[in-house]
């Protein structure tokens, strides 16, 4: 499942550079074993160790290497990968490439790869528009290598124009794009709902819960990286959303409700990972109410969604999940059944060093027809994994796992 595809990300000497070390970082998120080769100039704005220790390997650097070293990094440090990303890639870089110049180790191994090539140019707007850098960028486009922005912004030097790298969620997207790994959801719909309430009392005040919302955009970010179509539903989140995820705020159970409706026909995949919040004031002060000895606070009953929704259901696949503090599995099953679901996701909420918060958890995923998945502590984005695993296997004709409910259309 964890697929470990080797890329190589080339840093030349721009600005730029700064945000080679979020493009590592976010690459590595996808299960990508990620090697940074560097320019001496790229060194000037960012240094190896920061490669090094975000990536855990070595940095390919310039120069030759020391007695007793690898005698031919600029061979071997390439080899395997499925793709190499330029990024930042300077007007040197792409003029070198763009010519057969190898006059150093990173221009050297360029050289030695056949891996595909993509480049994220960053410089001057004039630099960017001069006819031998658009005449070395048609060379390499029709050498076979893809070109990602550059964006049209403000650039370093103050001036505003064409040049600027394109933003780092683009330039992840199209290399995963490129590398066409495991695109198992690809054209899916796929709703995810995320995040605790926020059910209002007053203008100040309101009735929440814990969820983090971390398990959610887990999902929604591996269902993107699969293919999907991905819609994230938000209540209240403890962490950012994910930019390049369509997002819809729903921090009550009503807009919720309104919001999973609306787009639920039109989904193939609907995944409850939200801790909707059962309860609401039974009316809502539009002033804010004055401190009082006590306060006996009216609730009613908010909708069940999922219920709901599986009521509805044609060829929808539902996934919901359960909070459970005695007797988790037992009272998981039981909430599948009740409320129709295909599949639920069971975490013990007594334990504090998973679940509500936390990077980690360790859950009981039950599928309707009986079989129990039980995968050791692991973290939000591989359980994230396994979920959708599941759920690619449902649409791709698991009709054991559906039961009797639902049927395909
Ligand atoms: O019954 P319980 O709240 O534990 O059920 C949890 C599952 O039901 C979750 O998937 C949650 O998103 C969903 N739910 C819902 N509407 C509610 C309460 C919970 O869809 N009002």
């Given at each position: 499942m964890m697929s470990k595809t080797k890329i190589v990300l080339a840093v030349t000497g721009s600005v730029a550079a700064y945000k080679s070390a979020e493009i590592a970082r976010r690459l590595m998120d996808e299960s990508l074993s990620v090697h940074v080769a560097m320019t001496a100039n790229a060194e000037k704005?960012?240094?190896?160790?920061?490669?090094?220790?975000?990536?855990?390997?070595?940095?390919?650097?310039?120069?030759?290497?020391?007695?007793?070293?690898?005698?031919?990094?600029?061979?071997?440090?390439?080899?395997?990968?499925?793709?190499?990303?330029?990024?930042?890639?300077?007007?040197n870089i792409i003029?070198?490439?763009?010519?057969?110049?190898?006059?150093?180790?990173?221009?050297?191994?360029?050289?030695?790869?056949?891996?595909?090539?993509?480049?994220?140019?960053?410089?001057?707007?004039?630099?960017?528009?001069?006819?031998?850098?658009?005449?070395?960028?048609?060379?390499?486009?029709?050498?076979?290598?893809?070109?990602?922005?550059?964006?049209?912004?403000?650039?370093?030097?103050?001036?505003?124009?064409?040049?600027?790298?394109?933003?780092?969620?683009?330039?992840?997207?199209?290399?995963?794009?490129?590398?066409?790994?495991?695109?198992?959801?690809?054209?899916?719909?796929i709703l995810v709902t995320a995040g605790g309430a926020r059910e209002p009392i007053d203008p100040v005040r309101f009735i929440g819960n814990r969820s983090s919302g971390k398990m959610g955009v887990a999902i929604a970010q591996a269902a993107a990286r699969r293919g999907a179509d991905v819609t994230l539903v938000a209540g209240a989140m403890e962490i950012p959303v994910p930019e390049d995820i369509e997002t819809i705020y729903a921090p009550t159970a009503l807009e919720m409700?309104?919001?999973?409706?609306?787009?639920?026909?039109?989904?193939?995949?609907?995944?409850?990972?939200?801790?909707?919040?059962?309860?609401?004031?039974?009316?809502?002060?539009?002033?804010?109410?004055?401190e009082k000895e006590s306060w006996d606070l009216?609730?009613?009953?908010?909708?069940?969604?999922?219920?709901?929704?599986?009521?509805?259901?044609?060829k929808q696949i539902v996934v919901g999940f359960a909070a459970?503090?005695?007797?988790?599995?037992?009272?998981?099953?039981?909430?599948?059944?009740?409320?129709?679901?295909?599949?639920?996701?069971?975490?013990?909420?007594?334990?504090?060093?998973?679940?509500?918060?936390?990077?980690?958890?360790?859950?009981?995923?039950?599928?309707?027809?009986?079989?129990t998945i039980k995968p050791q502590k692991m973290s939000k984005r591989e359980i994230g994994e396994i979920i959708l695993d599941r759920i690619a296997g449902m649409l791709t004709g698991g009709y054991g796992d559906r039961g009797l409910v639902g049927g395909r259309t």
């Open positions: 704005f960012i240094t190896p160790l920061t490669f090094a220790a975000l990536t855990g390997n070595h940095v390919l650097r310039h120069g030759y290497p020391a007695p007793g070293d690898d005698p031919m990094p600029h061979i071997t440090f390439q080899r395997g990968a499925s793709l190499i990303l330029i990024a930042p890639a300077t007007a003029g070198k490439l763009a010519n057969g110049i190898a006059d150093d180790m990173l221009s050297s191994m360029l050289m030695a790869s056949d891996a595909p090539v993509l480049v994220a140019p960053a410089m001057n707007a004039n630099m960017y528009n001069h006819p031998s850098v658009r005449k070395n960028i048609e060379t390499l486009k029709q050498l076979g290598a893809g070109f990602i922005g550059p964006a049209t912004g403000e650039l370093a030097c103050g001036e505003t124009g064409e040049g600027k790298m394109e933003r780092v969620e683009n330039i992840v997207s199209q290399v995963l794009d490129r590398l066409d790994l495991g695109r198992d959801l690809l054209g899916r719909k409700m309104r919001t999973v409706q609306e787009r639920f026909t039109d989904s193939d995949v609907l995944v409850m990972a939200a801790a909707v919040g059962d309860y609401r004031a039974r009316s809502v002060a539009s002033g804010k109410i004055k009216s609730l009613v009953r908010n909708p069940d969604i999922i219920a709901k929704m599986c009521a509805l259901r044609n459970e503090t005695d007797n988790a599995e037992k009272s998981g099953r039981e909430k599948l059944l009740r409320k129709n679901m295909d599949m639920i996701v069971v975490n013990d909420v007594s334990r504090d060093d998973i679940g509500f918060g936390s990077d980690y958890n360790e859950v009981v995923i039950i599928t309707r027809s009986g079989e």
